[in-house]
């Protein structure tokens, strides 16, 4: 129990707000899984339910290969790296890894770190100097606002500017204005998510090629949402539009969610954009590897995915199945060809009640709210897996007929 003043001022305070995120309906339950990753889990407290809310968009989180890869890494390496990379972290399944990445991807080189989130925590503050900019659009993930703070802060004098959601006239004026000031004789960095985690729509790549071609800008994309997902064969949102490799700059992406859903990010780019980070970033520097076994599963997940691009395909066909069922059980859900499916409800507290009800029925979706997405536009974000058969499929929508029964009602 806490006894210091600065104790209790802290726990009143803190208290204060949680009662706060409690009266409003905002407070969010930690649901507990009690079996693997899979279409249909065990719930403590639910038993068997669909899960409809994870970003296991290929199923490998709990396929065998996959499984039995972690297994191999942690027999090989044993259980922990001990030491950040550059000291005596680095091992064979990092290397691995690493050039599987660089290969699958079509990039010179790249270096993984515990998250996407770490990832681009690395990635802005040690290529940036004070003297460049960084354009980001306005709905860009969390990890990038972050880390663009966090550059900004480490670098007096980097200019940081947001453009309007995937407004191409936005990001030219914000382009021409820096070109412009005669004062600018830094790098531009422009960057955005391929697949928007929120509204499950895509960058418009190929425009912001264009612009960042006539204006001088290196581009940098975080697929995190794309990979496995986007494109003939899961590369991305790039080769979904028709782009190269080779015209995206610098690539970030996550091994949390197609790529084996273990944990990890990694960034994609050029053998000197890479140096760099592994030389510079003080997540290389101070902070430990990626666990090995993660590492292996990783890995053989990508190979999957290369070896199996018919997952890419089953994919597809399932979201088209569910974005018409949901549609057809009369909800709205945004337009995209991506595995995302948000259908807006309003008020957060709404999205929560909606969600308790659909998990009340099996099936788990998740409500988003404030301060996920703004105030006003909570969704249930409904997300389609490679793994989910027909059957799972029309048993969210059957559900989702009812739930809109009972509100019509
Ligand atoms: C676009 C995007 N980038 C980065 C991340 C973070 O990935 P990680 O969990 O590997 O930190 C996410 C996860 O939600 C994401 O959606």
């Not at 890894?97 to 040690?126: D, K």
Request: charged share 25%; hydrophobic share 40%.
């Amino acid at each position: 129990m806490p006894t210091s003043a600065a104790n209790e001022h802290f726990e009143l305070r803190a208290q204060t707000l949680l009662q706060g995120v409690k009266d409003s309906g905002q407070w969010k339950h930690l649901q507990t899984i009690e079996s693997a990753m899979d279409p249909e889990i065990t719930l403590e407290g639910h038993g068997r339910v669909l899960c409809f809310c994870s970003n296991n968009y290929l199923g490998l989180a709990n396929e065998p290969r996959v499984v039995q890869a972690g297994h191999e890494g942690l027999d090989r390496h044993g259980g922990g790296t001990a030491s950040v990379r550059f000291i005596c972290g680095t091992f064979a399944a990092h290397h691995e890894l690493e050039q599987r990445i660089a290969s699958f991807f079509g990039f010179e080189s790249s270096y993984t770190f515990v998250s996407c989130w770490t990832a681009t925590e690395a990635l802005f503050p040690t290529l940036c100097t004070p003297a460049d900019a960084i354009i980001s659009d306005e709905l860009n993930h969390a990890c990038i606002i972050d880390a663009i703070r966090l550059a900004a802060g480490m670098h007096k004098g980097l200019r940081k500017t947001v453009y309007r959601h995937s407004d191409m006239d936005h990001l030219r004026e914000r382009l021409a204005a820096l070109r412009a000031d005669t004062d600018f004789d830094g790098v531009i960095w422009v960057v955005t998510d391929g697949v928007f985690s929120m509204e499950g729509d895509i960058a418009k790549l190929v425009d912001m090629r264009a612009l960042c071609d006539e204006f001088g800008a290196m581009l940098v994309v975080d697929d995190s949402h794309g990979h496995g997902v986007m494109g003939q064969t899961g590369r991305g949102t790039h080769e979904h539009c028709g782009l190269r490799s080779d015209q995206v700059d610098v690539l970030t992406g996550t091994l949390g969610k197609a790529l084996g859903g273990g944990a990890g990010g990694f960034v994609a780019g050029s053998k000197t954009a890479i140096d760099l980070l592994v030389q510079r970033a003080r997540p290389t520097l101070f902070s430990n590897a990626l666990p090995t076994t993660v590492a292996a599963s990783a890995e053989m997940a990508i190979r999957i995915l290369q070896e199996e691009p018919e997952r890419v395909e089953r994919l597809r066909a399932n979201v088209e199945r569910a974005r018409s069922g949901i549609r057809d059980a009369g909800f709205e859900v945004l337009e995209s060809p991506t595995a995302i499916c948000p259908i807006i409800v309003g008020d957060t507290a709404r999205a929560i009640r909606l969600s308790e009800r659909l998990l009340e029925k099996g099936v788990f979706v998740i409500g988003f709210g404030y301060p996920v997405v703004p105030e006003g536009e909570a969704r249930l974000r409904v997300q389609i897996s490679a793994a989910h058969t027909d059957e799972h499929i029309d048993r969210l929508v059957e559900a989702l007929r009812e739930l809109k029964a009972e509100e019509d009602a």
